[in-house]
């Protein structure tokens, strides 16, 4: 393993000086509406030229969860998937970071859960994978 | 638009076909939908040909479609290749339907076919993860069985419904999987069999997935006004086509894609779910039958267990649902799932169902029947849901 990384979908994820971590959508100056990813016109208002870059994601709620033994290609299993319903309304689909052994102790749906990132895999060239991960809110 | 009807249908059974190249496949489909029609092979004016994963798992990414075809004989007919996913040859139907109903084409032939079986099978599930936005669905590890046993879960916890319905469900479906013979798996279970079986992820056992699977399916549709002209079989009446993508939803309160889609599909036929006689869905995981019970309006929100309870999805039962086997049972090849609902219902309005052979409301045989079709995951709904109703 070498020491570089990647990130899963660069731009999508920031890390702030004091280490906080954010993705980032798009929020309409208009109506408010906020996507994940970001999208090039808001879906409710249906204009262009409205559209920020916005921080998002820092909490949400936790609606399903599931760990996994079987997964695609470069993945290793088991891991824990999680479907967050962040505070600002967009859904994300992501990895937790739980131990798929103690999953159903740690997790139950309707939680508070927080932002944090780590390496969800290595790619074909050895590099390190970073990606979105969320975690219970203490 | 003019009225379109179903001639004819066509299968090659569903299973594993390490052997058999995809073209091969559907020749066998195609081949056996036109014999079923009894038209002259060269009435037909245009193909749409329903493929999904064939460019990542076999590299033949473009032209699937009329390499397959000529491979069964269609030469300078329009080939338009069609991939929505797991809905891919029920969208290839609807642009058949399209063709046909706008005066353009007289006779279309749409057809699905899928190899999934490959000697890799972390190529084939990532295939499969390809259905989603890679970028940040499949691109962090997520998997389609993961994303249904989330979804499961939350069914439960909304409803009340519990692991033991769906292992009900896969009691029903592996049973009329057993009487069906183009089913991937035959073997009919016992509750206690699916629930000890292994977990494949909470809620579901391995019973209640879907496996891999290769396969191939075919109809034949033609303009209502000509039927006659063309073929001495009684035609099947095409009530509704509705394809729709992802509705966009503020609140939990807005409908999603499926009620949207269905709302759609009764609305063009003129009918409403009560009028149903026999129906397939898309329950890619068994236990997504319940939930689809409730979308499609067979009965209201929260009651879907109570329908498998009761036995009302059996085949004897007062709206008998999948009476293929199902996705579980029947075998689930991506792109040829579509039109294996199809042919399902087709088979059952005519009264050609064999063992599996339902009665209707109002007679020996169903009038009326739906089939739901749905592929891939974009922004937490469907990327593809289509639904037809068929009528005899």
């Known amino acids: 393993m070498n020491q570089e990384y990647v990130e899963v979908k660069p731009g999508a994820m920031r890390v702030k000086e004091d280490g906080t971590v954010t993705l980032v959508g798009t929020k309409c100056r208009e109506c408010g509406t906020t996507s994940f990813p970001g999208k090039y016109v808001c879906p409710r208002c249906l204009q262009t030229g409205t559209m920020e870059a916005t921080e998002m994601g820092r909490e949400g709620v936790l609606e399903s969860f599931c760990a996994v033994s079987a997964a695609p290609r470069g993945f290793k299993p088991p891991y824990v998937l999680g479907v967050i319903r962040t505070d600002e309304g967009p859904i994300v689909a992501t990895q937790m970071a739980v131990d798929p052994t103690r999953v159903e102790k740690v997790l139950h749906m309707g939680m508070r859960v927080r932002l944090t990132r780590g390496v969800i895999r290595i790619d074909e060239e050895g590099r390190q994978v970073y990606a979105w991960l969320y975690e219970p809110a203490v | ?392």
């Open chain 2, 1 to 392: 638009m003019r009225e379109v009807v179903i001639l004819g249908v066509g299968m090659h059974p569903f299973g594993k076909y390490l052997d058999v190249p995809l073209r091969d496949l559907a020749a066998v489909a195609v081949w056996k939908a036109i014999a079923d029609a009894a038209i002259d092979p060269r009435a037909i004016d245009v193909a749409y040909f329903g493929n999904a994963l064939g460019g990542i798992i076999t590299g033949q990414e473009s032209v699937r479609g009329q390499v397959a075809l000529k491979h069964a004989g269609m030469y300078g007919i329009p080939v338009v290749n069609v991939d929505n996913a797991c809905a891919s040859s029920s969208t290839a139907l609807h642009e058949a339907v399209l063709g046909v109903g706008s005066g353009m084409y007289d006779v279309a032939l749409a057809v699905g076919a899928e190899k999934l079986y490959s000697p890799d099978t972390g190529k084939s599930i990532e295939a499969l993860a390809s259905a989603t936005d890679v970028e940040v669905v499949a691109a962090i590890g997520m998997q389609f069985t993961a994303y249904y046993a989330m979804e499961l879960r939350e069914f439960m916890e909304k409803t009340g419904t519990i692991q033991e319905d769906f292992a009900r469900v896969v009691v029903k479906n592996s049973k009329n999987g057993s009487l069906n013979p183009y089913a991937q798996f035959r073997q009919p279970r016992s509750l206690e069999e699916v629930l000890a079986a292994r977990e494949i992820a909470y809620p579901l056992t391995l019973y209640m997935c879907s496996a891999m699977g290769d396969g191939a399916s075919a109809v034949i549709v033609c303009a209502k006004e000509v039927a006659d002209k063309l073929s001495s079989r009684a035609p099947i009446n095409i009530k509704a086509s509705t394809l729709m993508s992802g509705v966009l939803r503020h609140s939990e309160a807005d409908p999603n894609t499926v009620v949207a889609c269905a709302l759609k599909a009764y609305n063009q036929a003129g009918i409403g779910p009560e009028d149903l006689e026999v129906v397939e869905v898309h329950d890619a995981m068994a236990p997504a039958e319940i939930q689809y019970y409730e979308e499609l309006g067979l009965c209201g929100e929260g009651e879907g267990k109570e329908l498998i309870r009761r036995g009302a999805t059996d085949l004897t039962g007062e709206i008998p649902v999948n009476t293929s086997g199902g996705l579980a049972s029947r075998g689930h090849p991506v792109g040829a799932t579509g039109l294996a609902q199809i042919a399902e219902i087709v088979w059952q309005l005519r009264g050609e169902a064999g063992e599996r052979q339902v009665r209707g409301k109002h007679g020996p045989t169903p009038r009326v029947g739906l089939t739901h079709n749905a592929g891939g995951l974009v922004d937490g709904e469907p990327a593809a849901c289509c639904i037809h109703i068929l009528s005899v």
